[in-house]
């Protein structure tokens, strides 16, 4: 076994794990603030990656452009599915809730896949195929600049959390539904924004991997997937343990492919995930 | 007294509400073999297979409280279990249904060991994340077909009835029907007995229930077994029936797993038919969705799942408690007295 095959995987593993870990800060956001299990979050990211594609063939827009105009469009859809749909579930019995976001993801995702048509699609700009290299590692431009940017985001996350008026009520909400009522916080106008901006960020995640995977109607139900580890991983509602799982996973993913068997790197993430939830279901970084 | 002859009568209109509804899909069943309607009897079929694996769900979900989105492994193993038997050993599935609904209750009950530890959604995140484990294993799985899948043999004419090959749905309509009547007979035992009434103090009251003497661990595991072991018969039946066996169809997340738990919903998941009326509902109109629009215009593939999400999502919000219940909630039925809806929660 070569060093360099392992540095490799590694490298790739952070790549590829800032995807899954954009598509985990979102679960995780509303998972935090509503306790809501949001299964139809892939699919809100599948909906970023096409609202990329179709911006590229229909206005040729550049990609990085318009991860802002599907942040957009995503985040105003999470509002309207927030205020017609989850608020009026929020204190619905738990199996109840889970089976109305499966209800929101089966409309996205056939509906797409109706609308669309079930082809595979790749979105290809001039940058696609470009690589560069430093040493004996060699970095494919898109992914690197999928996880900057998914840094970026992170970032901007935290100060809007920490700096804002709007992100300090949120959490608020997420700690204390009645205290946060009490002191006048607009309970329903937090988690309509939570939930914008939850499945907005994984729509983000969509348009970025969309520039290197080739994207179909049903991707969503593999990133939710892998969302979904990655959040129990972080610990339960906490946005920078899901960051920093989601690369944890990409690494645990390209290793195992390395060292197990390429078609068994999602069995063995899964492994992962259920030894985890009964160990420790408040995850690596919980309280 | 006057409540007893109610009581009565309310059992008697159950039963011949069962009985006539039994004597009509069998003749319809009948009718449309000699009228070769297969459409019919296909959605006949398709209604009494996800009807025998609702209520079997429904024993571990709306009684037992463990809300399970992972019953296409048990589904997948009962399937397998048949298809492999017969295309590799040429051995009856007449003995290989029963297998397979054996090898799925064992595969309950290993699943259940730990996950019966995990509360709430864990326990469904658990259940989802184990059937993903199963479909991709199955996908590398040569000896089963991998991802290209099972295909099972073409029968001579002869042996039509000991291999239950035939042509068309009717055949095995009639034989599903007469599984989901056992089945209805078998469960309707448990549910009556103390296993019954102990799985319902447990979703109810968990600690309460270990405090007069409960184990629910076993309760649990038998409602998991007995759940799995009906989950693995209606694969077998699938299995016999389709002909083909692909993992990404067997093992899907939606239309098996959430299309079993959208029966019980759907019906009522607190009331023992629940499953077989909302399988009755949902199935014949995604069934005519596919039929008369999917297969006629190949693109819009996909409509016939967003036409139940759709549905979904109405039962969700306008009646939670699913048909049933909402019929229970204003008192055109009788709430059924066991297993009455925990309040609040």
New interface residues.
């Given amino acids: 076994m070569n060093i360099d095959i392992i540095i490799n995987a590694i490298i790739y593993g952070i790549l590829i794990g800032s995807v899954y870990s954009l598509v985990a800060i979102g679960l995780s956001l509303i998972w935090g603030v509503m306790d809501i299990?949001n299964f139809a979050q892939g699919d809100y990211m599948m909906l970023g990656a096409f609202i990329t594609y179709w911006l590229l063939v229909l206005l040729n827009i550049d990609p990085l452009v318009s991860i802002i105009i599907s942040f957009g469009i995503i985040f105003l859809l999470g509002v309207f599915t927030q205020r017609i749909?989850i608020n009026?579930?929020l204190d619905?019995?738990?199996?109840?809730q889970?089976?109305?976001t499966?209800?929101?993801?089966?409309?996205i995702?056939?509906?797409?896949?109706?609308g669309f048509?079930?082809f595979t699609r790749w979105v290809t700009t001039s940058y696609s195929g470009m690589n560069f290299s430093i040493g004996s590692v060699s970095l494919p431009l898109t992914q690197v600049i999928t996880f900057i940017i998914s840094i970026l985001i992170l970032i901007i996350l935290h100060v809007f959390l920490t700096r804002t008026y709007y992100g300090i009520a949120l959490r608020a909400v997420s700690q204390n539904r009645e205290g946060a009522i009490l002191i006048g916080i607009n309970v329903k106008r937090m988690y309509e924004l939570a939930f914008g901006i939850g499945v907005g960020i994984s729509a983000i995640g969509g348009s970025l991997i969309s520039t290197f995977i080739p994207i179909y109607?049903e991707m969503g139900?593999y990133y939710v997937?892998l969302a979904?580890?990655a959040v129990?991983l972080g610990g339960f509602g906490n946005v920078y343990g899901s960051y920093i799982s989601g690369i944890i996973l990409g690494i645990i993913q390209t290793l195992s492919a390395v060292f197990i068997?390429p078609?068994?790197k999602?069995?063995v993430a899964?492994?992962v995930?259920?030894i985890l939830?009964?160990i420790k279901?408040s995850g690596l970084f919980g309280r | 007294m006057n409540l007893f002859i109610e009581k009565i009568k309310n059992q008697v209109y159950k039963h011949l509400i069962l009985i006539l509804g039994t004597i009509l899909l069998f003749i319809i069943t009948i009718l449309s073999w000699y009228a070769d309607l297969p459409f019919l009897a296909n959605v006949i079929f398709l209604c009494i297979l996800y009807s025998i694996m609702g209520m079997a769900w429904n024993l571990l979900t709306g009684y037992g409280g463990q809300f399970s989105l992972g019953h296409s492994i048990f589904f997948g193993v009962g399937a397998y279990t048949t298809g492999v038997l017969l295309a590799r050993y040429g051995i009856t599935p007449w003995l290989g249904i029963f297998v397979g609904a054996f090898l799925a209750g064992l595969n309950g009950l290993a699943l259940g060991v730990p996950f019966f530890r995990l509360k709430s959604h864990w326990f469904t995140l658990a259940t989802i994340a184990a059937s993903t484990i199963y479909m991709l294993t199955f996908t590398v799985w040569d000896y089963v077909g991998g991802s290209v899948g099972l295909n099972l043999p073409i029968v001579p004419k002869e042996l039509a009835f000991y291999y239950m090959y035939y042509q068309g749905p009717y055949f095995y309509a009639l034989l599903a029907l007469v599984i989901l009547i056992i089945e209805i007979i078998i469960l309707n035992m448990i549910v009556k007995s103390k296993i019954g009434i102990y799985l319902t103090a447990i979703r109810d009251e968990e600690e309460a229930a270990k405090h007069i003497g409960i184990n629910p661990f076993k309760y649990k595991m038998i409602a998991m077994f007995i759940s799995a072991l009906f989950t693995g018969i209606s694969g077998g039946l699938y299995a016999v029936r389709f002909g083909i066996l692909e993992p990404f169809a067997v093992y899907d997340i939606i239309t098996v797993s959430v299309y079993i738990s959208i029966t019980g919903i759907l019906g009522g998941i607190y009331n023992f038919y629940g499953p077989i009326v909302g399988a009755f509902i949902f199935m014949p109109i995604t069934e005519y969705v596919r039929t008369n629009i999917v297969v006629r215009y190949p693109m819009y593939y996909g409509l016939h799942v967003m036409v139940v999400g759709i549905i979904l999502i109405f039962i969700s919000l306008v009646m939670p408690e699913g048909v049933l219940g909402w019929l229970e909630k204003k008192g055109i039925l009788r709430k059924e007295t066991i297993i009455a809806a925990p309040e609040g929660d």
């Fill in positions: 299990v749909i009026r579930i619905a019995p738990m199996f109840s889970i089976i109305t499966f209800s929101i993801l089966m409309i995702r056939y509906g797409a896949e109706a048509g079930p109607p139900g997937l979904f580890i129990v068997l078609t068994l999602d069995v899964f492994i995930f259920i939830i009964l279901p």
